[in-house]
């Protein structure tokens, strides 16, 4: 008797195996990553392109300097104008409030007047009571109820101390433009060059690869290869005479992906709820292309 026949609720209600499901498309289909598909060490994050007087930021990740200003210039101009209609719409909040307050006065004036002049009970015409109806409270301005109330006006000064400020495109953490740190690559001599430009590291010679770890040193702007900077650098705590502290050592981001991969991951994994083959499933990516498996194998 077959797996079918034991998992059948009904004829056409046969429960698929795993093999089938795997058929249709469900689950997570995962694709190794090859070169192509991530961004060389030495590419600006933003452009994509070879970096031009690069700069890195202190969460590690690699920009040319004149697209980040511009990118943090943007930024600033649309913080500008964000703040500029936050505060015509203070005004127009405050030229409300202020009539709103000058009128409950002229109520209260008139209350006042009512209670100790006009020979009568106070009125709350103002809540909307009935006029005529006694007010228990009129008068009795020392007590906390009759307050006016201040939670608005804190409410208004916590956002007010909220300045928003620029940050990374990449990371999204606050970025201002004094905390970018001046990058200087070593390359690597002309006769031992190729096609493409080279750079290497300046302690061990040994020529940076897509897949080199590297680190920055903040005071000097050089990158190395991190292993030359654990046998090298760190037990002496100095580079060519200027001191390196543990704070100062920034490690720089893996090549970023392209695509529908994850960052700085060498095998992509995507999960497909829908059958890739049924036309409902998100085909974008890598694997978009490839041939229609929505069939039982028979």
């Not at 009904?10 to 058929?23: D, I, S």
């Not at 916590?158 to 990374?168: F, L, Y």
């Not at 302690?203 to 292993?227: A, C, H, Q, W, Y």
């Amino acid at each position: 008797m077959g797996k079918h026949s034991k998992n059948a609720g009904g004829k056409g209600a046969e429960a698929p195996t795993y093999a089938e499901r795997q058929m249709f498309g469900y689950g997570t289909h995962r694709e190794r990553l090859g070169k192509d598909a991530l961004l060389p060490f030495d590419h600006c994050s933003l452009t994509l392109s070879p970096l031009e007087d690069p700069v890195c930021t202190p969460e590690g990740v690699l920009y040319s300097r004149a697209a980040i200003l511009e990118n943090l210039l943007n930024q600033k101009r649309r913080l500008k104008r964000k703040a500029t209609q936050e505060d015509a719409k203070k005004k127009e909040e405050l030229v409300a409030k202020a009539a709103e307050e000058q009128a409950h006065a002229a109520k209260r004036l008139k209350r006042f007047e009512q209670t100790n002049f006009g020979g009568g009970g106070a009125t709350n015409d103002d809540d909307g009571g009935g006029a005529g109806k006694p007010s228990k409270l009129a008068g009795i301005f020392w007590l906390p109820s009759q307050a006016p109330d201040q939670s608005d006006e804190r409410k208004t000064e916590a956002a007010a101390s909220k300045k928003e400020t620029t940050t990374c495109p990449i990371t999204g953490k606050k970025l201002r433009l004094k905390d970018l740190i001046d990058v200087r690559f070593t390359r690597v001599p002309e006769s031992q060059q190729e096609e493409v430009q080279q750079f290497m590291c300046p302690v061990s010679r040994d020529i940076f690869g897509p897949t080199s770890k590297l680190v920055l040193l903040r005071p000097t702007g050089d990158v190395l290869l991190e292993s030359s900077y654990n046998t090298a650098v760190k037990p002496e705590a100095s580079y060519r005479g200027v001191p390196i502290q543990e704070t100062d050592v920034i490690t720089l981001k893996a090549g970023r992906n392209t695509g529908f991969a994850h960052a700085n991951n060498v095998e992509a994994s995507k999960s497909y709820m829908v059958g890739r083959g049924s036309g409902l499933a998100d085909l974008r990516g890598q694997g978009g292309s490839a041939p229609s498996r929505f069939a039982l194998s028979m």
